[in-house]
Protein backbone atom coordinates (compact mmCIF):
# COMPACT_ATOMS: atom_id res chain seq x y z
CA UNK A 1 0.00 0.00 0.00
CA UNK A 2 1.12 3.54 -0.58
CA UNK A 3 0.17 7.10 0.24
CA UNK A 4 0.01 9.82 -2.75
CA UNK A 5 -1.00 13.53 -2.10
CA UNK A 6 -2.91 14.55 -5.60
CA UNK A 7 -4.42 18.00 -5.67
CA UNK A 8 -4.22 18.12 -2.11
CA UNK A 9 -5.73 14.93 -1.14
CA UNK A 10 -3.99 11.50 0.68
CA UNK A 11 -4.96 8.52 -1.35
CA UNK A 12 -4.35 5.10 -0.34
CA UNK A 13 -3.65 2.41 -3.18
CA UNK A 14 -2.10 -1.18 -4.01
CA UNK A 15 -0.18 -1.00 -6.88
CA UNK A 16 1.84 -3.26 -8.30
CA UNK A 17 5.65 -1.33 -8.58
CA UNK A 18 5.30 -1.16 -12.25
CA UNK A 19 2.45 1.30 -12.54
CA UNK A 20 3.12 4.84 -13.76
CA UNK A 21 2.13 7.64 -11.74
CA UNK A 22 0.08 8.42 -14.89
CA UNK A 23 -1.55 4.76 -14.50
CA UNK A 24 -2.37 5.22 -10.88
CA UNK A 25 -4.27 8.44 -11.51
CA UNK A 26 -6.27 7.65 -14.55
CA UNK A 27 -6.15 3.66 -13.73
CA UNK A 28 -7.00 3.76 -9.75
CA UNK A 29 -7.75 7.16 -8.56
CA UNK A 30 -10.20 8.17 -11.94
CA UNK A 31 -8.37 10.96 -12.32
CA UNK A 32 -8.79 10.91 -16.43
CA UNK A 33 -8.13 14.51 -16.97
CA UNK A 34 -4.49 13.62 -17.97
CA UNK A 35 -3.29 12.06 -20.97
CA UNK A 36 -1.87 9.25 -22.01
CA UNK A 37 -0.59 10.42 -25.76
CA UNK A 38 2.88 8.40 -26.43
CA UNK A 39 4.04 6.83 -22.94
CA UNK A 40 7.43 7.38 -23.39
CA UNK A 41 8.06 11.01 -22.52
CA UNK A 42 7.96 12.78 -26.07
CA UNK A 43 4.19 14.39 -26.16
CA UNK A 44 3.52 15.87 -22.71
CA UNK A 45 0.36 14.72 -22.77
CA UNK A 46 0.30 13.24 -19.15
CA UNK A 47 2.36 16.44 -17.46
CA UNK A 48 1.85 17.11 -13.87
CA UNK A 49 2.88 19.42 -11.61
CA UNK A 50 5.17 17.50 -8.47
CA UNK A 51 6.10 19.21 -5.79
CA UNK A 52 5.22 22.34 -8.34
CA UNK A 53 7.42 21.46 -10.73
CA UNK A 54 6.48 19.64 -14.22
CA UNK A 55 7.09 16.73 -15.14
CA UNK A 56 5.78 13.66 -17.42
CA UNK A 57 4.21 11.35 -14.99
CA UNK A 58 4.27 8.10 -17.90
CA UNK A 59 7.83 8.13 -16.70
CA UNK A 60 8.06 7.73 -13.12
CA UNK A 61 6.45 4.92 -10.60
CA UNK A 62 3.88 6.07 -8.60
CA UNK A 63 5.93 4.04 -5.85
CA UNK A 64 8.29 6.69 -6.18
CA UNK A 65 5.95 9.82 -4.79
CA UNK A 66 4.94 8.94 -1.18
CA UNK A 67 5.37 12.34 0.52
CA UNK A 68 5.24 14.68 -2.57
CA UNK A 69 2.40 16.79 -3.94
CA UNK A 70 0.70 16.16 -6.66
CA UNK A 71 -1.05 18.52 -9.31
CA UNK A 72 -3.38 17.14 -11.90
CA UNK A 73 -5.42 19.74 -14.20
CA UNK A 74 -8.06 18.31 -12.05
CA UNK A 75 -6.42 20.16 -9.12
CA UNK A 76 -6.17 23.54 -10.94
CA UNK A 77 -9.87 23.88 -11.57
CA UNK A 78 -13.31 23.46 -12.49
CA UNK A 79 -16.17 23.51 -14.89
CA UNK A 80 -17.60 27.20 -13.16
CA UNK A 81 -14.12 27.89 -10.77
CA UNK A 82 -11.64 27.89 -13.91
CA UNK A 83 -7.64 28.51 -13.50
CA UNK A 84 -6.75 31.48 -15.77
CA UNK A 85 -4.67 29.41 -17.90
CA UNK A 86 -7.94 26.97 -18.47
CA UNK A 87 -9.71 30.12 -18.89
CA UNK A 88 -7.79 31.36 -21.48
CA UNK A 89 -7.08 28.32 -23.36
CA UNK A 90 -11.02 28.46 -23.81
CA UNK A 91 -11.36 32.80 -24.50
CA UNK A 92 -8.29 31.68 -27.14
CA UNK A 93 -9.56 28.15 -28.60
CA UNK A 94 -6.22 27.00 -27.65
CA UNK A 95 -7.52 23.62 -28.89
CA UNK A 96 -8.81 21.58 -31.31
CA UNK A 97 -9.60 18.08 -30.86
CA UNK A 98 -8.77 18.48 -27.14
CA UNK A 99 -6.59 15.45 -25.97
CA UNK A 100 -3.45 17.18 -25.56
CA UNK A 101 -4.88 20.46 -23.93
CA UNK A 102 -4.91 19.09 -20.32
CA UNK A 103 -1.08 18.52 -20.71
CA UNK A 104 -0.22 22.02 -22.38
CA UNK A 105 -2.50 23.68 -19.46
CA UNK A 106 -0.52 22.01 -16.49
CA UNK A 107 2.76 22.89 -18.61
CA UNK A 108 2.14 25.67 -18.84
CA UNK A 109 1.20 26.74 -15.40
CA UNK A 110 4.24 24.88 -14.31
CA UNK A 111 6.37 27.25 -16.73
CA UNK A 112 5.37 29.94 -15.99
CA UNK A 113 6.39 28.92 -12.32
CA UNK A 114 9.58 28.51 -13.49
CA UNK A 115 9.52 31.78 -15.50
CA UNK A 116 8.68 33.42 -12.17
CA UNK A 117 12.15 31.81 -10.61
CA UNK A 118 14.14 33.60 -13.01
CA UNK A 119 14.99 30.36 -15.30
CA UNK A 120 16.88 31.04 -18.27
CA UNK A 121 15.73 28.92 -21.63
CA UNK A 122 17.34 27.79 -25.19
CA UNK A 123 15.94 30.72 -26.51
CA UNK A 124 16.93 33.48 -23.94
CA UNK A 125 19.84 35.44 -25.37
CA UNK A 126 21.29 36.74 -21.93
CA UNK A 127 21.70 33.55 -19.41
CA UNK A 128 22.00 35.87 -16.48
CA UNK A 129 18.90 37.96 -16.19
CA UNK A 130 15.43 36.71 -16.52
CA UNK A 131 14.04 36.79 -20.09
CA UNK A 132 10.93 38.76 -20.98
CA UNK A 133 8.20 36.14 -22.14
CA UNK A 134 8.32 36.64 -25.65
CA UNK A 135 5.96 33.99 -28.19
CA UNK A 136 9.56 32.70 -29.14
CA UNK A 137 10.06 32.11 -25.41
CA UNK A 138 6.82 30.45 -24.98
CA UNK A 139 7.52 28.13 -27.44
CA UNK A 140 10.66 27.20 -26.51
CA UNK A 141 9.36 26.53 -22.98
CA UNK A 142 6.47 24.73 -24.14
CA UNK A 143 8.15 22.09 -26.74
CA UNK A 144 7.99 19.70 -24.40
CA UNK A 145 4.15 19.64 -25.16
CA UNK A 146 2.89 18.50 -28.85
CA UNK A 147 -0.34 19.38 -30.61
CA UNK A 148 -1.36 16.62 -33.86
CA UNK A 149 -4.03 19.38 -34.02
CA UNK A 150 -1.51 21.79 -34.85
CA UNK A 151 -3.41 24.85 -32.58
CA UNK A 152 -0.21 26.34 -31.50
CA UNK A 153 -1.16 29.84 -32.86
CA UNK A 154 -3.89 29.83 -30.28
CA UNK A 155 -1.96 28.07 -27.45
CA UNK A 156 0.48 30.59 -27.40
CA UNK A 157 -1.80 33.61 -27.32
CA UNK A 158 -3.33 31.60 -24.37
CA UNK A 159 -0.49 31.57 -22.12
CA UNK A 160 0.56 35.07 -23.11
CA UNK A 161 -2.82 36.31 -21.60
CA UNK A 162 -2.69 33.67 -18.66
CA UNK A 163 0.90 34.75 -18.41
CA UNK A 164 -0.75 38.68 -17.79
CA UNK A 165 -3.06 37.75 -15.94
CA UNK A 166 -1.36 36.00 -13.45
CA UNK A 167 1.30 38.66 -13.42
CA UNK A 168 -1.31 41.08 -12.07
CA UNK A 169 -3.98 39.46 -9.97
CA UNK A 170 -7.18 40.89 -9.38
CA UNK B 1 7.10 -4.05 -18.87
CA UNK B 2 9.09 -7.29 -16.97
CA UNK B 3 7.73 -7.50 -13.01
CA UNK B 4 10.55 -6.03 -10.90
CA UNK B 5 11.12 -5.70 -7.02
CA UNK B 6 11.34 -2.27 -5.75
CA UNK B 7 13.51 -0.92 -2.94
CA UNK B 8 14.00 2.23 -1.42
CA UNK B 9 16.92 3.57 -0.02
CA UNK B 10 17.70 6.45 2.52
CA UNK B 11 21.37 6.86 2.08
CA UNK B 12 24.39 5.66 0.11
CA UNK B 13 25.44 3.24 1.58
CA UNK B 14 22.30 1.66 1.57
CA UNK B 15 21.75 2.29 -2.02
CA UNK B 16 24.69 0.48 -3.16
CA UNK B 17 24.24 -3.07 -0.33
CA UNK B 18 20.72 -3.25 -1.51
CA UNK B 19 22.24 -4.89 -4.93
CA UNK B 20 19.90 -3.70 -7.99
CA UNK B 21 19.61 -1.22 -10.78
CA UNK B 22 19.13 2.62 -9.35
CA UNK B 23 16.89 4.48 -10.58
CA UNK B 24 16.94 8.70 -10.87
CA UNK B 25 14.51 10.39 -13.13
CA UNK B 26 13.74 7.28 -14.49
CA UNK B 27 13.59 9.39 -17.62
CA UNK B 28 15.34 6.90 -19.53
CA UNK B 29 15.47 3.59 -17.76
CA UNK B 30 11.56 3.42 -17.54
CA UNK B 31 11.31 4.40 -21.11
CA UNK B 32 13.65 1.25 -22.06
CA UNK B 33 12.41 -1.06 -19.50
CA UNK B 34 8.31 -0.47 -21.06
CA UNK B 35 10.02 -1.39 -24.33
CA UNK B 36 11.45 -4.43 -22.71
CA UNK B 37 15.25 -2.98 -23.97
CA UNK B 38 15.72 -3.39 -20.31
CA UNK B 39 14.63 -6.10 -17.52
CA UNK B 40 16.05 -5.17 -14.25
CA UNK B 41 14.98 -7.96 -11.62
CA UNK B 42 15.10 -5.06 -8.99
CA UNK B 43 15.18 -1.17 -9.35
CA UNK B 44 16.59 0.88 -5.95
CA UNK B 45 15.00 4.09 -5.58
CA UNK B 46 18.13 6.79 -5.29
CA UNK B 47 15.83 9.62 -5.10
CA UNK B 48 15.77 10.00 -1.18
CA UNK B 49 19.23 10.12 -1.37
CA UNK B 50 20.79 13.60 0.34
CA UNK B 51 22.62 14.07 -3.49
CA UNK B 52 20.95 17.53 -4.39
CA UNK B 53 23.33 20.15 -3.57
CA UNK B 54 25.19 21.73 -5.73
CA UNK B 55 28.59 23.01 -3.50
CA UNK B 56 31.74 25.31 -3.66
CA UNK B 57 34.58 23.26 -3.67
CA UNK B 58 38.18 24.39 -2.11
CA UNK B 59 39.89 24.41 -5.19
CA UNK B 60 37.19 27.00 -6.45
CA UNK B 61 35.41 24.88 -8.42
CA UNK B 62 31.80 23.15 -7.94
CA UNK B 63 30.87 19.71 -6.87
CA UNK B 64 27.42 19.09 -8.46
CA UNK B 65 25.51 16.11 -6.39
CA UNK B 66 24.44 12.68 -8.76
CA UNK B 67 21.01 13.59 -8.12
CA UNK B 68 20.33 17.63 -9.38
CA UNK B 69 18.19 17.73 -11.74
CA UNK B 70 19.13 19.08 -15.21
CA UNK B 71 16.96 21.97 -14.67
CA UNK B 72 18.32 23.15 -11.10
CA UNK B 73 21.85 23.07 -12.88
CA UNK B 74 21.23 24.86 -15.94
CA UNK B 75 19.52 27.47 -13.65
CA UNK B 76 22.39 27.63 -10.91
CA UNK B 77 23.26 31.27 -10.51
CA UNK B 78 27.24 29.75 -10.28
CA UNK B 79 26.81 27.40 -13.45
CA UNK B 80 25.37 30.45 -15.32
CA UNK B 81 27.82 33.32 -14.38
CA UNK B 82 31.01 30.49 -14.69
CA UNK B 83 30.31 27.89 -16.92
CA UNK B 84 27.48 28.96 -19.20
CA UNK B 85 28.81 26.52 -21.88
CA UNK B 86 27.12 23.52 -19.17
CA UNK B 87 23.49 25.89 -18.86
CA UNK B 88 23.55 26.27 -22.59
CA UNK B 89 24.07 22.47 -23.26
CA UNK B 90 21.40 21.72 -20.37
CA UNK B 91 18.95 24.12 -21.66
CA UNK B 92 19.43 22.93 -25.27
CA UNK B 93 18.67 19.01 -23.91
CA UNK B 94 15.14 17.19 -24.10
CA UNK B 95 11.99 19.66 -22.65
CA UNK B 96 10.99 21.10 -19.64
CA UNK B 97 9.22 18.50 -18.00
CA UNK B 98 12.17 15.95 -19.09
CA UNK B 99 14.97 18.06 -17.30
CA UNK B 100 12.87 19.00 -14.10
CA UNK B 101 13.23 14.93 -13.67
CA UNK B 102 16.67 14.15 -15.00
CA UNK B 103 19.51 13.95 -12.99
CA UNK B 104 23.35 14.28 -13.04
CA UNK B 105 24.25 10.91 -12.84
CA UNK B 106 21.59 9.64 -15.14
CA UNK B 107 22.15 12.12 -18.09
CA UNK B 108 25.70 10.85 -17.79
CA UNK B 109 24.51 7.05 -18.09
CA UNK B 110 21.89 7.35 -20.54
CA UNK B 111 22.00 4.92 -23.39
CA UNK B 112 21.79 5.48 -27.08
CA UNK B 113 19.09 6.42 -29.40
CA UNK B 114 19.82 3.99 -32.09
CA UNK B 115 17.04 2.54 -33.31
CA UNK B 116 17.75 -0.71 -33.57
CA UNK B 117 18.83 -0.65 -29.97
CA UNK B 118 15.12 0.13 -29.33
CA UNK B 119 13.96 -2.58 -31.20
CA UNK B 120 13.70 -6.02 -29.87
CA UNK B 121 13.42 -7.55 -33.05
CA UNK B 122 16.17 -6.32 -34.44
CA UNK B 123 20.04 -7.68 -34.07
CA UNK B 124 22.09 -4.89 -31.57
CA UNK B 125 25.08 -6.34 -30.03
CA UNK B 126 24.85 -3.72 -27.41
CA UNK B 127 21.22 -5.02 -26.31
CA UNK B 128 22.03 -8.70 -27.11
CA UNK B 129 25.94 -9.17 -27.75
CA UNK B 130 26.24 -11.01 -30.46
CA UNK B 131 23.38 -10.84 -32.20
CA UNK B 132 24.88 -8.10 -35.01
CA UNK B 133 24.63 -4.55 -35.65
CA UNK B 134 21.88 -3.75 -37.56
CA UNK B 135 22.71 0.35 -38.00
CA UNK B 136 25.87 -0.98 -40.22
CA UNK B 137 24.36 -1.55 -43.46
CA UNK B 138 20.84 -0.45 -42.26
CA UNK B 139 19.12 3.33 -40.89
CA UNK B 140 22.53 5.04 -39.56
CA UNK B 141 21.45 9.09 -40.14
CA UNK B 142 22.31 9.38 -36.43
CA UNK B 143 25.08 7.32 -35.70
CA UNK B 144 28.68 7.77 -35.36
CA UNK B 145 31.63 8.75 -37.47
CA UNK B 146 34.55 8.66 -35.06
CA UNK B 147 35.83 6.00 -32.71
CA UNK B 148 32.88 3.31 -34.41
CA UNK B 149 33.94 -0.53 -34.71
CA UNK B 150 32.60 -3.43 -36.30
CA UNK B 151 30.48 -4.16 -33.67
CA UNK B 152 28.76 -0.69 -32.94
CA UNK B 153 28.46 2.56 -34.72
CA UNK B 154 25.93 4.06 -31.47
CA UNK B 155 26.58 7.96 -30.19
CA UNK B 156 26.03 8.79 -26.70
CA UNK B 157 23.32 11.25 -27.07
CA UNK B 158 23.79 13.69 -23.90
CA UNK B 159 24.32 17.36 -24.25
CA UNK B 160 25.23 17.75 -20.74
CA UNK B 161 28.17 15.40 -21.10
CA UNK B 162 29.80 17.42 -24.16
CA UNK B 163 30.04 21.10 -22.02
CA UNK B 164 31.44 18.50 -18.82
CA UNK B 165 33.99 17.39 -21.29
CA UNK B 166 35.02 20.82 -22.77
CA UNK B 167 35.15 21.85 -19.04
CA UNK B 168 37.30 18.76 -17.82
CA UNK B 169 34.94 17.29 -14.90
CA UNK B 170 35.41 14.62 -12.96
CA UNK B 171 32.90 11.66 -11.85
CA UNK B 172 32.91 10.60 -7.89
CA UNK B 173 31.62 7.04 -6.92
CA UNK B 174 31.23 4.84 -4.62
CA UNK B 175 31.48 1.25 -4.57
CA UNK B 176 29.55 -1.66 -3.29
CA UNK B 177 32.40 -2.76 -0.74
CA UNK B 178 32.25 1.06 0.40
CA UNK B 179 35.36 2.49 -1.21
CA UNK B 180 35.01 5.39 -3.45
CA UNK B 181 36.75 6.94 -6.52
CA UNK B 182 37.20 10.30 -8.87
CA UNK B 183 37.17 8.58 -12.62
CA UNK B 184 37.79 12.20 -14.75
CA UNK B 185 35.03 12.29 -17.49
CA UNK B 186 37.77 11.57 -20.35
CA UNK B 187 37.69 8.50 -19.00
CA UNK B 188 34.52 7.30 -17.80
CA UNK B 189 32.67 6.53 -21.26
CA UNK B 190 34.46 3.98 -23.22
CA UNK B 191 34.36 3.07 -26.91
CA UNK B 192 32.44 0.18 -28.05
CA UNK B 193 35.01 -1.79 -29.27
CA UNK B 194 34.17 -5.89 -29.32
CA UNK B 195 32.39 -4.72 -25.81
CA UNK B 196 29.37 -2.43 -27.27
CA UNK B 197 27.37 -3.42 -24.02
CA UNK B 198 29.75 -2.42 -21.79
CA UNK B 199 29.49 1.74 -22.20
CA UNK B 200 31.57 2.77 -19.16
CA UNK B 201 34.03 1.70 -16.39
CA UNK B 202 31.82 1.68 -13.85
CA UNK B 203 31.62 -1.62 -11.82
CA UNK B 204 28.52 -3.15 -11.21
CA UNK B 205 26.61 -1.80 -8.50
CA UNK B 206 28.73 1.19 -8.27
CA UNK B 207 26.94 4.62 -7.23
CA UNK B 208 27.79 7.98 -8.93
CA UNK B 209 27.52 10.40 -5.95
CA UNK B 210 28.98 13.90 -7.90
CA UNK B 211 30.32 15.15 -10.51
CA UNK B 212 32.91 18.19 -9.66
CA UNK B 213 33.70 21.09 -12.35
CA UNK B 214 37.96 22.19 -11.94
CA UNK B 215 37.74 26.08 -11.49
CA UNK B 216 36.28 28.10 -13.95
CA UNK B 217 39.10 29.46 -16.75
CA UNK B 218 36.43 32.05 -18.03
CA UNK B 219 37.24 32.48 -21.58
CA UNK B 220 34.62 32.64 -24.45
CA UNK B 221 32.18 30.00 -24.02
CA UNK B 222 29.61 28.40 -26.77
CA UNK B 223 27.47 25.13 -26.85
CA UNK B 224 26.35 25.05 -30.56
CA UNK B 225 23.92 22.09 -30.98
CA UNK B 226 22.65 21.21 -35.05
CA UNK B 227 19.53 19.25 -35.09
CA UNK B 228 16.21 18.27 -37.30
CA UNK B 229 13.56 20.48 -35.28
CA UNK B 230 14.95 23.70 -33.43
CA UNK B 231 13.83 22.38 -29.77
CA UNK B 232 13.43 19.15 -28.88
CA UNK B 233 15.55 16.94 -30.76
CA UNK B 234 19.00 15.10 -30.18
CA UNK B 235 21.86 16.83 -31.73
CA UNK B 236 22.73 15.66 -34.65
CA UNK B 237 26.42 17.58 -34.42
CA UNK B 238 27.25 19.36 -31.07
CA UNK B 239 30.05 21.62 -30.27
CA UNK B 240 31.15 22.74 -26.84
CA UNK B 241 33.58 25.49 -27.36
CA UNK B 242 35.76 27.38 -24.28
CA UNK B 243 37.90 29.73 -26.32
CA UNK B 244 40.77 32.44 -24.17
CA UNK B 245 41.62 34.94 -26.81
CA UNK B 246 45.11 36.58 -25.87
CA UNK B 247 46.70 40.25 -27.96
CA UNK B 248 44.78 38.89 -31.28
CA UNK B 249 45.96 35.51 -30.70
CA UNK B 250 44.02 31.97 -29.55
CA UNK B 251 45.94 31.45 -26.07
CA UNK B 252 44.22 28.40 -25.60
CA UNK B 253 40.83 26.18 -26.89
CA UNK B 254 39.09 23.43 -25.01
CA UNK B 255 36.30 21.62 -27.27
CA UNK B 256 34.09 18.57 -27.16
CA UNK B 257 31.58 16.98 -29.53
CA UNK B 258 28.55 15.68 -29.32
CA UNK B 259 26.69 13.31 -31.64
CA UNK B 260 29.70 12.19 -33.45
CA UNK B 261 30.32 9.14 -30.95
CA UNK B 262 29.97 6.47 -28.61
CA UNK B 263 31.38 9.00 -25.91
CA UNK B 264 31.45 12.71 -25.59
CA UNK B 265 34.20 13.75 -27.79
CA UNK B 266 37.61 15.10 -27.32
CA UNK B 267 40.71 15.29 -28.97
CA UNK B 268 43.54 17.48 -27.77
CA UNK B 269 45.29 17.37 -31.49
CA UNK B 270 42.54 19.38 -32.60
CA UNK B 271 43.54 22.26 -29.56
CA UNK B 272 46.70 22.00 -30.35
CA UNK B 273 46.08 23.10 -33.99
CA UNK B 274 44.56 26.49 -32.75
CA UNK B 275 47.17 27.08 -29.26
CA UNK B 276 48.84 30.38 -30.19
CA UNK B 277 47.31 30.76 -33.30
CA UNK B 278 45.68 34.25 -35.18
CA UNK B 279 42.43 33.21 -36.01
CA UNK B 280 41.60 32.85 -40.03
CA UNK B 281 39.26 30.38 -41.93
CA UNK B 282 42.41 28.72 -42.44
CA UNK B 283 42.78 27.61 -39.23
CA UNK B 284 39.74 26.36 -38.32
CA UNK B 285 39.64 24.27 -41.61
CA UNK B 286 42.92 22.92 -40.43
CA UNK B 287 41.68 22.49 -36.74
CA UNK B 288 38.66 20.75 -38.25
CA UNK B 289 40.91 18.30 -40.88
CA UNK B 290 42.38 17.39 -37.83
CA UNK B 291 39.23 16.34 -35.93
CA UNK B 292 37.99 14.68 -38.63
CA UNK B 293 41.43 12.99 -40.25
CA UNK B 294 39.78 9.66 -39.46
CA UNK B 295 35.90 10.25 -39.54
CA UNK B 296 34.14 7.35 -41.50
CA UNK B 297 30.77 7.79 -42.45
CA UNK B 298 28.11 4.56 -42.89
CA UNK B 299 25.94 5.68 -45.53
CA UNK B 300 23.13 7.54 -43.96
CA UNK B 301 25.22 9.67 -41.85
CA UNK B 302 27.74 10.64 -44.64
CA UNK B 303 26.57 14.04 -44.12
CA UNK B 304 27.95 14.73 -40.38
CA UNK B 305 31.55 14.69 -42.00
CA UNK B 306 31.08 18.00 -43.92
CA UNK B 307 28.03 19.23 -41.00
CA UNK B 308 31.09 18.54 -37.79
CA UNK B 309 32.99 20.55 -39.78
CA UNK B 310 31.17 23.53 -40.55
CA UNK B 311 29.52 23.68 -37.18
CA UNK B 312 33.29 23.60 -35.94
CA UNK B 313 34.30 26.40 -38.13
CA UNK B 314 31.72 28.83 -37.49
CA UNK B 315 31.54 28.05 -33.80
CA UNK B 316 35.40 29.35 -33.69
CA UNK B 317 34.17 32.22 -35.83
CA UNK B 318 32.05 33.26 -33.40
CA UNK B 319 34.72 32.73 -30.25
CA UNK B 320 37.38 34.65 -31.67
CA UNK B 321 35.51 37.18 -33.29
CA UNK B 322 36.49 40.76 -32.63
CA UNK B 323 39.99 39.27 -31.84
C1 LIG C 1 11.75 12.46 -25.42
C2 LIG C 1 13.13 12.62 -24.85
C3 LIG C 1 14.00 13.57 -25.38
C4 LIG C 1 15.28 13.73 -24.86
N1 LIG C 1 16.12 14.66 -25.42
C5 LIG C 1 17.38 14.80 -24.93
C6 LIG C 1 18.29 15.73 -25.50
O1 LIG C 1 17.96 16.44 -26.45
N2 LIG C 1 19.54 15.81 -24.97
C7 LIG C 1 19.93 15.04 -23.92
O2 LIG C 1 21.07 15.18 -23.48
N3 LIG C 1 19.09 14.14 -23.36
C8 LIG C 1 17.83 14.01 -23.85
N4 LIG C 1 16.99 13.08 -23.30
C9 LIG C 1 17.53 12.13 -22.31
C10 LIG C 1 17.47 12.61 -20.88
O3 LIG C 1 18.42 13.64 -20.72
C11 LIG C 1 17.81 11.41 -20.00
O4 LIG C 1 16.74 10.50 -20.07
C12 LIG C 1 18.07 11.78 -18.56
O5 LIG C 1 19.14 12.68 -18.45
C13 LIG C 1 18.37 10.55 -17.74
O6 LIG C 1 18.45 10.91 -16.37
P1 LIG C 1 17.51 10.19 -15.28
O7 LIG C 1 17.86 10.73 -13.96
O8 LIG C 1 16.08 10.25 -15.67
O9 LIG C 1 18.07 8.70 -15.43
P2 LIG C 1 17.39 7.29 -15.13
O10 LIG C 1 16.47 6.93 -16.22
O11 LIG C 1 16.88 7.24 -13.73
O12 LIG C 1 18.70 6.38 -15.20
C14 LIG C 1 19.47 6.23 -16.38
C15 LIG C 1 20.58 5.23 -16.09
O13 LIG C 1 21.48 5.74 -15.13
C16 LIG C 1 21.58 4.89 -14.01
N5 LIG C 1 21.75 5.79 -12.86
C17 LIG C 1 21.00 6.89 -12.58
N6 LIG C 1 21.54 7.57 -11.55
C18 LIG C 1 22.65 6.90 -11.17
C19 LIG C 1 23.66 7.10 -10.17
N7 LIG C 1 23.62 8.17 -9.34
N8 LIG C 1 24.66 6.21 -10.08
C20 LIG C 1 24.73 5.14 -10.91
N9 LIG C 1 23.80 4.88 -11.86
C21 LIG C 1 22.79 5.75 -11.99
C22 LIG C 1 20.32 4.05 -14.02
O14 LIG C 1 20.52 2.79 -13.41
C23 LIG C 1 20.08 3.92 -15.51
O15 LIG C 1 20.88 2.90 -16.04
C24 LIG C 1 15.69 12.92 -23.78
C25 LIG C 1 14.82 11.99 -23.23
C26 LIG C 1 13.55 11.82 -23.74
C27 LIG C 1 12.63 10.81 -23.13
S1 LIG D 1 24.91 0.75 -33.63
FE1 LIG D 1 25.27 -0.23 -31.64
S2 LIG D 1 23.32 0.15 -30.60
FE2 LIG D 1 22.90 0.40 -32.81
S3 LIG D 1 22.36 -1.65 -33.63
FE3 LIG D 1 24.54 -1.45 -33.85
S4 LIG D 1 25.28 -2.45 -31.98
FE4 LIG D 1 23.17 -1.90 -31.55
Known sequence: MITLTINGEEHRLDVDPRTSLLDACRDHLGLTGSKKGCDHGQCGACTMLVNGRRINSCLTLAVMHEGDEITTVEGLGEPGNLHPMQAAFLEHDGFQCGYCTPGQVVSAVGMLGEVADGWPSNASKDLQNGAELSGEEIRERMSGNLCRCSAYPNIVDAIETAAKTTKEPA | ?323
Open chain 2, 1 to 323: MRPFEYARAGEASEAVSLGGRFIAGGTNLLDLMKLQVETPDKLVDITRLPMRDIEATDDGGLRIGALVTNSDLAADKRVRDDYPVLSRALLAGASGQLRNKATTGGNLLQRTRCGYFYETSQPCNKREPGSGCGAIGGFNRIHAILGTSDKCIATHPSDMAVAMQALEASVETLKADGSTRTIPLIEFHRLPGDTPEIETVLEKGELITAVRLPKSLGGTQIYRKVRDRASYAFALVSVAAIVKMKGGEIEWARLAFGGLAHKPWRDTAVEDVLKGQAPSRALFDRAADALLAEAKGHGENDFKIPLARRTLVSVLAEATQGA
